[in-house]
């Protein structure tokens, strides 16, 4: 019997793209919860330069108020120790209907 060998796998390492100014923001909020669970539960914390920039406990508020501060990319989240509730539009589409033209 011959023996056959197998060349060694080659190991290809990519840079990884830089992270964007949103998934910054999103990390900060992570790494900050801890701390904000003391100081904000509860609320909503708009996060921007990897720093609470503003707080309250209507989301849409946080962020409106945020945007008009700071000019640029926040990441807003809740301040809990479990997922953000589900939010819902209200908006109703009923779908498998269709009007037939006559």
Do not use: C
């Not at 190991?11 to 100014?21: F, G, R, S, W």
């Not at 914390?45 to 609470?52: F, P, S």
């Not at 309250?56 to 990441?75: M, S």
């Amino acid at each position: 019997m011959s023996e056959t060998t197998t060349p060694p796998a080659i190991e290809v390492q990519l840079p990884e793209p830089p992270l964007t100014k949103f998934e910054r923001e999103r990390r900060a909020f992570y790494r900050l919860l801890p701390e904000l669970l003391n100081t904000h539960r509860g609320q909503y914390v708009a996060i921007h330069d990897e720093q609470v920039v503003d707080s309250g406990p209507v989301r849409a508020e946080v962020v409106f108020r945020a945007l008009d501060r700071v000019r640029a990319d926040i990441y807003v989240g809740l301040v809990s120790e479990g997922p953000e509730p589900m939010v819902r539009s209200g908006i109703r589409r009923v779908l498998g209907e269709r009007q037939v033209g006559g």
